[in-house]
């Protein structure tokens, strides 16, 4: 397993910008598929965006998000990013990454598939 730790997050206005990081630790940190995953108070955890291992550009996201948010990758640093523009009131949310040694899926969304996980950082979005 790798250990995992956000930041970047913070109190932005609507129409801003902010930039995550997830830096981990642990070796061939380019073996695992980093997602990133957000959590709203009274809601679900729900998947925002993904990268796979051994890849810089193969990437998936949630519709919610596409267009919006880039998710990438520095494997020299051990760090994934979330580049986030035209932020909505509605992003506001605690934002956690996850690292996937195996998955079932190609491009995997559940929660269930990723196996290690940061502490999380608040984005918030005023209006």
């Known amino acids: 397993q790798v250990q995992l730790v956000e930041s970047g997050g913070g109190l932005v206005q609507a129409g801003g910008s902010l930039r995550l990081s997830c830096a981990a630790s642990g070796r061939t940190f380019s073996a695992y598929t980093v997602g990133w995953f957000r959590q709203a108070p009274g809601k679900e955890r729900e998947f925002v965006a993904t990268?796979?291992?051994?890849?810089?550009?193969?990437?998936y996201y949630a519709d919610s998000v596409k267009g919006r948010f880039t998710i990438s990758r520095d494997n020299a640093k051990n760090t994934v990013y979330l580049q986030m523009n035209s932020l909505k009131p509605e992003d506001t949310a605690a934002y956690y990454c996850a690292a996937s040694y195996y998955s079932d899926t190609y491009y995997p969304t559940a929660h269930r598939e990723y196996d290690s996980w940061g502490q999380g950082t608040q984005v918030t979005v005023s209006s």
């Open positions: 990268i796979l291992r051994w890849s810089d550009s193969n990437t």
